[in-house]
């Protein structure tokens, strides 16, 4: 088995290639000439030997463009696939490969021992993505699990609790996280996450895409952290060609490929709120501390717990939470009538992060926020002792 594949003609280097593995990993280097850059992924996955590689080498001696366009291509149909750009490097360059799903950009210089480290990471990263792969698409395995962020208002962090959420299962499940902004009008999730998306929802519910779930995946925009996210369409008036049956497609056909399906929605209750949430399996409620925002989420609930439509599981997240604003957990409980879940509260960091489009649960922060962030990911971790249904709903520490 080639577990390693390099598209180069530069023959010293790929003598570094064989040095770095040889007694130190398993499996071997096959390679391919320059002009293979131009074939598509199944074109190429032609010339290997056995399975596919887990490690492929783009360069040097190619032109980077071509290796970035092909690597987009690799990355939507052969995620599990670790790739490598080998080429002298600028600020910009990295970037883009970034973007399109590379996951090391290094010199064609590079020495022995750090090609062995390198090769090694592809090795983990390519292991660990065919595990959450297998989870996320085995045929036979029940849906996954669909998540609605909801509240009946705007502004209260549905949009920075779902990119968080994501961001997070991705960690439990790479590549088994599909985001999906529900938001159709004014929905940010690609600028939340600096994404430049290709297609959007629209393309997602028309035509072929709506026929055929591998179809579909191609018009995904992927996140390098490993989310898979479908964006709001580029004009708002383009949410009037997207109909609630669109919608219980879309997310019917996602589950059936995703581990866990994160839908980001508008503020109340339109008719595609009401249609994800006869899909969810999961509602994560938004409440802020004030009582506009937790009248509106009382009201909201009842409504949707007469029409049968509130998901099996509760996720109540009190966010701007604030010793100051007059209102204390235990008031916004007796309000709800529901206890409160998880509080998150009032930070600095997470306007921040929304401007620099970097959520908070990818970078270093942990701050309160990040942190309770983090506790709402931890329970749909399914190793996790919080799932467990004897705590799923226990009282909140006073924040
Ligand atoms: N706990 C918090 N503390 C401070 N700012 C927050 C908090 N949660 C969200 N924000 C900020 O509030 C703004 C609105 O949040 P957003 O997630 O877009 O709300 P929605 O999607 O419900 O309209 C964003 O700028 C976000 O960074
Ligand atoms: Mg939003």
Request: aromatic share 4%; hydrophobic share 30%; no cysteine.
């Given at each position: 088995m080639s577990r390693f594949l390099a598209i180069t003609a530069v023959r010293d280097f790929e003598g570094r290639v064989r040095q770095a593995i040889t007694?130190?990993?398993h499996g071997d280097l096959q390679t391919l000439p320059?002009?293979?850059?131009?074939?598509?992924p199944a074109d190429i996955l032609q010339?290997?030997?056995g399975a596919a590689p887990e490690v492929l080498l783009l360069g040097p001696g190619i032109n980077p463009e071509e290796a970035l366009k092909l690597a987009v291509l690799f990355d939507l149909q052969y995620p599990e696939i670790s790739l490598v750009l080998v080429t002298p490097t600028s600020p910009e360059l990295v970037l883009a490969a970034m973007r399109a799903g590379v996951r090391d950009v290094v010199s064609p210089e590079i020495n022995v021992n750090d090609l062995r480290i390198l090769l090694e990471r592809c090795c983990t990263a390519a292991s660990s993505r065919r595990r959450g792969m297998s989870m996320a698409?085995?045929?036979?395995?029940e849906s996954g699990r669909v998540i609605a962020v909801m509240s009946?208002?705007?502004?209260?962090g549905k949009t920075t609790v779902a990119t968080n959420l994501a961001i997070g299962l991705a960690k439990l499940a790479p590549m088994g996280v599909v985001l999906v902004d529900?938001?159709?009008?004014?929905?940010d999730v690609a600028t939340g996450l600096q994404l430049e998306p290709e297609h959007s929802i629209t393309q997602a519910v028309h035509g072929a895409a709506a026929q055929d779930s591998m179809v579909l995946k191609a018009f995904l925009t992927v996140h390098p952290a490993g989310v898979y996210a479908l964006c709001a369409p580029?004009?708002?008036?383009?949410?009037?060609?997207?109909?609630a049956d669109h919608v219980t497609q879309l997310l019917t056909q996602l589950a059936s490929q995703f581990q866990y399906v994160v839908v980001d929605t508008a503020p109340g209750l339109g008719e595609h709120c009401l249609a994800t949430l006869e899909q969810a399996t999961d509602g994560v409620w938004i409440c802020g501390m004030d009582v506009p925002s937790v009248r509106g989420l009382h009201k909201c609930l009842d409504v949707l717990r007469e029409l049968q439509l509130l998901p099996r599981n509760r996720h109540v997240v009190l966010n701007f939470?604030?010793?100051?604003?007059?209102?204390s957990v235990q008031d916004v409980e007796a309000t709800l009538n529901v206890p409160v879940d998880v509080v998150v509260p009032r930070s600095r960091t997470l306007p921040f992060s929304t401007n620099r489009g970097v959520p908070v649960l990818q970078s270093k922060t942990r701050d309160a926020a990040a942190k309770g962030l983090q506790k709402l990911v931890d329970r749909f971790n399914?190793?996790?002792?919080?799932?467990s249904s004897r705590k799923l709903h226990r009282r909140v520490v006073v924040a």
């Open positions: 007694g130190a990993l320059p002009e293979a850059i131009a074939g598509s010339h290997t030997a698409t085995a045929p036979d395995q009946p208002k705007g502004g209260v529900l938001d159709l009008q004014f929905g580029r004009t708002p008036a383009e949410s009037d060609y997207i109909t939470a604030d010793r100051k604003s007059g209102l399914p190793s996790s002792s919080i799932q």
